[in-house]
């Protein structure tokens, strides 16, 4: 086998580097699609094929504001999703990661009113309905609502069903399949306020940058 020569060296050196800036700028220039529908304001991203929307959503219930998110795995490979993977940073750099299911899950039934819950089951089935007419969930609400309303035999057993369907649980998602739910984070105010939503998740790294009722496109 013959030596490369040096000039050969320095060429490869150099399409190794352009191939790597090549493949930065791809994913740094992942652009935020912005929408509106039923009266929501929808940001999505996708990155190496898994693509992340969310939007706010109007109530807050026991201290907590709520976000509702899709994640779809367009790629290759399956990934794991968790409520634990967003994490909101406020302007003067305090941050808020968004709870455990588990523990909303229980905080809902302990502190928030049967109405409320009501309130947010009504709200989150209009935010779902009024996705894009191509979006379809393979391990989301829909679903979620069916497996725990088979053992709700009770008012509050309902309540919880309602809550578990509702709330954002950690799934694996294979290539093709998708997710919904809501990611709940404890906020004493009544407002997030301006910040960005950081998603960390499929090996990606997501931004969006959040105003109050104004969503902007993530730098």
């Known amino acids: 086998m013959v030596a490369p020569s040096a000039r050969e060296l320095l060429l490869r050196v150099f399409y190794a580097v352009l191939m790597s800036a090549s493949l930065w700028a791809g994913s740094a220039s992942a652009q935020v ?32 504001s709520i976000v509702q998110v ?32 588990d523990v909303v899950i229980r905080s809902l039934l302990d502190h928030a009113s049967k109405s409320d819950v009501v309130k947010l089951e009504v709200l989150y089935e209009a935010s779902i309905y009024a996705l894009p007419p191509d979006y379809r969930s393979t391990a989301g609400y829909e679903r979620r609502r069916e497996q725990a309303m088979t053992i709700a035999v009770n008012a509050k057993f ?46 990606e790294n997501y931004q969006f940058d959040v105003f109050p009722d104004v969503l902007l496109k993530a730098k």
């Not at 190496?48 to 907590?64: E, M, Q, S, W």
């Not at 960005?196 to 499929?202: S, Y």
């Open 33 to 64: 699609i912005d929408f509106e529908s039923n009266g929501l304001h929808y940001q999505a991203m996708t990155r190496d094929g898994v693509t992340v929307t969310f939007a706010k959503l109007p109530p807050r219930i026991a201290n907590y």
């Open 70 to 101: 899709t994640v779809t795995n367009g790629s290759p490979v399956s990934w794991s999703v968790r409520p634990e993977d967003f994490t909101f940073y406020r302007q003067d750099g305090a941050s808020i990661r968004a709870t455990n299911a």
């Open 158 to 203: 309902k309540a919880a069903a309602a809550a578990s369907a509702i709330t954002l649980v950690p799934t694996k998602l294979k290539p093709g399949e998708s997710t919904d739910g809501a990611v709940f984070f404890f906020n004493r105010e009544k407002l997030f306020g301006p910040g960005r939503l950081v998603v960390n998740t499929a090996g």
